[in-house]
């Protein structure tokens, strides 16, 4: 069965270091979500991509956190340097290429980043 | 404006009995998709079940079926003959329409399977 990727499940580091995740979505998805998810809350979506193609960064705080996904395949969310507030889970998601509301997003394990 | 409301933030319920998570949503829009999640200890979010807002019939899959009243806005999800396994947080989602389908997630609900 295919699945979205993620790469680290876990990650410390302490404040003003840099991070990087990285996410591999189901083959032949051509839009691609990274979120956030504040513990106790519901994820929140951080940007968009369609291929390779940024759709929506607005909720990115750009000062430190950057993405790409230059061959429009995997994808990479950075953050330098690091806050405790930056602490969450960063969940990857995946959906087909149509765009509707039918479609279906389907979520990676997640990366767990603790910042000491 | 808060999109989608889950006002359990903890269930319980007996194996093998039902339970209700509810889900309240507000949107404007006539074509949107309601989605259920479940997420374990562990992180990931599973995907259990779809309604379309033009659905006449209330999606079922499995244990899971989902009871849309589009009038009332609400989408609430049933969990038939729980299973220890069930226990997780459960999450309800609504799809933007002309946003490249981009989520709105609620609160989540905590749901504990007591043997």
């Known amino acids: 069965e295919a699945e979205v990727a993620q790469s680290p499940r876990y990650k410390i580091t302490e404040k003003s270091q840099a991070v990087a995740f990285w996410c591999d979505p189901i083959?032949?998805?051509?839009?691609l979500y990274w979120y956030r998810q504040i513990l106790g809350q519901g994820p929140e979506l951080l940007v968009q991509f369609q291929d390779e193609s940024v759709v929506d960064d607005s909720q990115l705080p750009k000062d430190r956190f950057s993405a790409e996904r230059l061959k429009g395949v995997d994808s990479t969310l950075k953050i330098q340097p690091a806050e405790l507030g930056d602490s969450a889970m960063y969940l990857c998601?995946?959906?087909?290429?149509?765009?509707?509301?039918?479609?279906?997003?389907?979520f990676g394990p997640g990366t767990r980043l603790t910042v000491l | 404006a808060q999109k989608i409301t889950q006002t359990q933030p903890g269930m319980f319920v007996q194996e093998k009995e039902a339970v209700t998570l509810d889900c309240t949503y507000d949107t404007s829009d006539q074509s949107y998709g309601l989605f259920w999640y479940k997420q374990p200890s562990s992180g990931e979010m599973i995907f259990l079940i779809y309604q379309g807002s033009y659905d006449e019939q209330n999606a079922t899959e499995g244990r899971y079926s989902l009871n849309f009243q589009k009038a009332r806005k609400s989408a609430n999800l049933v969990i038939s003959a729980s299973q220890l396994g069930d226990s997780a947080m459960y999450f309800c989602a609504m799809s933007r329409p002309n946003t490249g389908n981009q989520f709105y997630f609620g609160t989540g609900t905590s749901l504990t399977v007591i043997p």
């Open positions: 083959s032949g998805h051509a839009t």
């Open positions: 998601a995946s959906s087909t290429r149509t765009g509707t509301h039918t479609d279906t997003q389907y």
